[in-house]
């Protein structure tokens, strides 16, 4: 079976020329060693006025230790860069296991998320504000929107040249010639290029957006006022998406198999938990806005705090009703568990439980 390959961020860290450059080096340091080592060993260098011969073990020992400092320097960085490649190795291995244990841990958070109830991430989270028998006092809706443009005119262009000759001529029969001449030339004319400015404005009618003011016991008493606004369902989705993204850009992006993991699930994860009721519910107080004050049925709604008195609207009931999902407030909160939850369980895949992250 084929090994799997390895995260472009696994394959960036080795050093597989490294590696090569210290074998080359201690190819060299090598073949100088033996060299002279084998012709000291076998007397080449030996004058013949010596009273006793010396030795071939004595002389390819002398000679070896002569040859180290003609070459020795080359075995010394050889011996490091392979040492440092080979390490980088090691080092590109460990990443590659823990980058795969924790994208498998990760595909089984993301699964988890899949079937996990999309009311879950609407439901009131810890620190939300929740206003209960709320009057409506105003509602407004706001559209996405998209422009679109063009720029068309013309442009008047004016060319022009000139330039000039000289000639030296010399006949046996005509003598000397001396001739020069000028000449210049322009051009005027029109070039299509686009400079008038048109632009169109689109709305989105199924992408509004909530503002809405409501009457509730607050702070400055029991008819206090309270602000609350939810983006678009496309807004939301995006939110969604980008929030998956850049944990997984923390966790190296595509480089690695634990971010493009993610990366891969976040509009699978954005759909799976985009409100559906943001349209429906601003039509629902539009049309209790038009009630007089009295007949206005009670609103409860809760969210996150963003200033004074404001709130994000992540869920509302209308009357006591079923609830309406607005955004998503719990998603950061529970995409963080399943993330933490996925660290702890690739760690303990990991030899000997490490503990260390996935990062370089």
């Known amino acids: 079976m084929p090994r799997p390959p390895l995260s472009p961020r696994a394959v960036s860290l080795q050093r597989h020329g490294t590696i090569l450059w210290g074998v080359l080096l201690l190819g060299v340091w090598l073949l100088g060693t033996a060299f ?24 390819a020992v002398a000679y070896f230790i002569a040859s180290q ?10 011996l490091v860069l392979v040492v440092v490649g080979l390490r980088a190795g090691r080092r590109a291995r460990a990443f590659e296991q823990r980058d795969r244990a924790l994208a498998a841990a990760l595909a089984g958070a993301v699964d988890q998320l899949r079937r996990l109830p999309a009311e879950a991430v609407y439901e009131p989270g810890e620190g939300d ?6 009057r409506l006092v105003e509602v407004s809706r706001h559209f996405d ?12 262009h004016r060319m022009r040249s000139f330039g000039s000759s000289f000639s ?21 004319g029109l070039s299509s290029v686009d400079l008038q400015l048109s632009a169109t404005t689109r709305d989105d009618l199924m992408g509004d957006a909530l503002f809405a003011v409501f009457e509730a016991p607050g702070p400055a008493g029991p008819e206090d006022v309270h602000r609350v606004v939810s983006m ?10 980008d929030l998956v993204a850049s944990v997984a850009y923390q966790l190296g992006g595509r480089d690695t198999h634990a971010g493009a993991t993610l990366l891969a699930a976040a509009g699978e994860l954005a759909a799976r ?14 049309a209790l806005e038009r009630r007089s004050a009295a007949e206005r ?22 009357d006591g009703g079923t609830p309406l999902q607005l955004l998503p407030a719990g998603f950061p909160q529970l995409f963080g568990q399943v993330v933490g939850q996925a660290l702890a369980a690739a760690e303990q895949q990991l030899p000997g439980g490490s503990r260390r992250a996935v990062t370089a």
């Open 273 to 286: 938990f985009a409100p559906p009721d943001v349209s429906y519910t601003t039509d629902r107080l539009m």
């Open 69 to 78: 400092l003609l070459v020795g320097l080359f075995g010394v960085l050889g």
């Open 129 to 134: 504000v929740v206003l209960r028998g709320a």
């Open 297 to 318: 049925a009670p609103v409860t709604v809760h969210g996150p705090a963003i200033g004074r008195n404001a709130l994000l609207g992540a869920g509302i009931s209308i």
């Open 145 to 156: 929107s998209q422009a679109h443009g063009a720029v068309t005119g013309t442009m008047v």
């Open 232 to 241: 678009s369902a496309a807004a939301a989705m995006g939110w969604v998406s």
């Open 168 to 188: 030296l001529s010399y006949g046996a029969s005509s003598g000397l010639g001396v001739g020069s001449s000028s000449f210049s030339s322009s051009a005027v």
């Open 36 to 59: 002279w080592t084998v012709l000291g060993a076998s007397g080449f260098f030996d004058s013949g006025g010596a009273d006793e011969p010396v030795p071939p073990a004595t002389a």
